[in-house]
């Protein structure tokens, strides 16, 4: 019997058990269905495309997406503790402010919410009206400075962009380069920064290997969780609350194993209904990326990572091309006039990135492509089978909308017109699968045959329709959600960072401690 359980040791689980178990009077337990964050390849920043499929992912795929020619996609998620803030791209993008302020829920506008990034973050930059220093997460400068993504960002300016030198400061739109959640080097995942520096506490238990497969409900209230380790059957008890952390795929899988989600489906799949809830689940959205991949010869793209003299560099300086993210730089840009915020992501890696990350390279390249911030269509999660094991059935349904495929094609543009420029040339030798033209026809076809997610999803238990806005579930008990799933809406970034964020508010509000303030008058307005 703890006070709190906690499901899934990912960005908001580690926070939120960190954070909780601050008070020693009450008693926390985290569960992690994979194991430790002790392979290599998760703290040396470069590796983290070798963690893919491995027993380190969840290894999801959409269903067949409709507009897509029925292509199924690739969705890794971090089975580990840390979750997938241990295996992404470690890039820090807050997102926009009015992605706060459109929520339109009370607590969560940019100015409440700004102080909690804050209170997370030790930025090597030091402390400003938008960044803090003396927390537990590390934001860092890149310390890869691969050549190809300078001439990039270069590119951008000839092209007429203006230059930015903080995504997360006063402004969010033009081009530069992302920072990191890095300490000197190497992979700052919330099991490092928050999880790590916790764990000699008593009232802190660490369950590690351990599938959740339902909340168990007594009486309207969440009292327990139950799973199995291998083939043990475990039962853990929460006298205060259950809190799942599990994302935006696991937490209304869970939800709907418990018996809280659509009574049609859940009764044709013999699960008892505690909660006809029709909204868990739908909602989905994600970044949908399209790559434009440029080969030449020259041989300082990742492929060369591995050389001894990068490996010696890493090892005495902790710099050079092991330390890279993947998008070393990137942009913000609007595809029409009208728009009040961006509604595109550039993401530019020195690396051949082909087939959603999973293709071998086999050629020095540069791959940059718009990242669809915005988008209209939604997705849905539901049960495929009654076993908790099964994986459940995802259908993000990519551009089901129209608008969303006509500003992807634009985008793609935009792509192309930076690749055009002089600081880009000596690193555009060739395109790898190049679109026939650039016509509205053939644009729209290279779009739906090569876009691929770029693993942000969110949204689908979201505030306002299946959590409140202190992320209890509408009709239960002792049962929140905190995670990107509350997000009713995808930020315009990478959305690790929000939902550090989140998760430092509700622990906050699960506490009961008064919302947290900051020096931040003259930033919110």
Not at 41 to 55: A, D, E, Q, Y
């Amino acid at each position: 019997m703890y006070d709190y359980v906690v499901v899934g040791a990912g960005s908001a689980g580690c926070v939120l058990a960190s954070r909780l178990s601050q008070d020693p009077d009450v008693t926390v337990c985290l569960i992690e269905a994979g194991p430790a964050d002790t392979a290599e390849n998760i703290h040396i920043p470069v590796g983290f495309g070798k963690l893919f499929r491995t027993h380190l992912d969840w290894d999801y795929d959409t269903h067949e997406e409709p507009s897509l020619g029925r292509r199924r996609i690739y969705l890794p998620r971090g089975r580990v503790l840390g979750g997938t803030s241990s295996t992404n791209t470690m890039v820090y993008v807050r997102g926009n402010r009015i992605d706060f302020d459109e929520w339109n829920q009370p607590g969560w506008s940019y100015g409440q919410l700004l102080p909690y990034f804050m209170r997370s973050e030790d930025n090597e930059r030091g402390e400003s009206p938008y960044h803090a220093i003396g927390g537990p997460l590390a934001v860092s400068d890149g310390r890869s400075n691969n050549p190809m993504c300078s001439a990039f960002v270069e590119a951008a300016a000839q092209a007429g962009y203006p230059l930015n030198d903080d995504f997360n400061g006063a402004t969010q739109d033009g081009f530069g380069y992302f920072q990191l959640t890095q300490r000197e080097g190497r992979r700052c995942s919330t099991a490092a920064a928050f999880l790590r520096p916790a764990l000699d506490r008593p009232n802190l238990t660490v369950e590690t290997n351990i599938q959740v497969h339902r909340v168990l409900i007594e009486h309207g209230r969440a009292v327990a969780v139950t799973g199995y380790r291998l083939d043990q059957a475990m039962t853990i008890s929460a006298s205060r609350e259950v809190i799942l952390c599990a994302g935006a795929y696991n937490s209304p899988q869970l939800l709907m194993l418990s018996g809280i989600g659509p009574a049609g489906l859940l009764t044709a799949l013999g699960i008892p209904v505690v909660l006809d809830q029709p909204h868990v689940g739908q909602n989905l959205q994600d970044h949908a990326l399209v790559p434009l991949v440029f080969t030449h010869s020259h041989p300082i793209s990742l492929l060369a990572a591995n050389q001894p003299q990068h490996v010696q560099r890493f090892i005495e300086e902790s710099r050079g091309p092991l330390t890279a993210n993947g998008p070393e730089a990137g942009g913000f840009v609007r595809t029409s006039g009208g728009l009040p915020a961006p509604d595109v992501e550039f993401l530019a890696a020195p690396v051949m990135f082909a087939d959603s990350g999973l293709g071998t390279p086999t050629h020095h390249a540069i791959s940059f492509g718009p990242s669809m911030l915005t988008p209209r269509s939604r997705g849905s999660v539901l049960l495929a089978s009654d076993d908790p094991t099964a994986k459940p059935k995802i259908s993000h349904n990519y551009f089901a909308d129209e608008t969303d495929l006509d500003s992807a094609v634009e985008a793609t543009r935009i792509g192309l017109h930076l690749a055009r420029q002089k600081a880009l040339a000596r690193y555009n030798e060739g395109q790898f699968q190049p679109p026939a033209s650039e016509s509205d026809r053939d644009l729209r076809g290279y779009v739906r045959s090569y876009v691929h997610s770029i693993f942000h999803p969110a949204g689908t238990c979201a505030m306002g329709t299946v959590v409140d806005a202190e992320l209890q579930v509408l009709g239960v008990e002792a049962l929140r959600v905190v995670d990107a799933s509350v997000m009713p809406t995808l930020v315009r970034g990478n959305p690790n960072a929000a939902t550090i964020a989140i998760a430092e508010k509700a622990a906050d509000v699960i506490s009961g401690s008064a919302p947290l303030q900051w020096q931040v008058a003259a930033v919110a307005r």
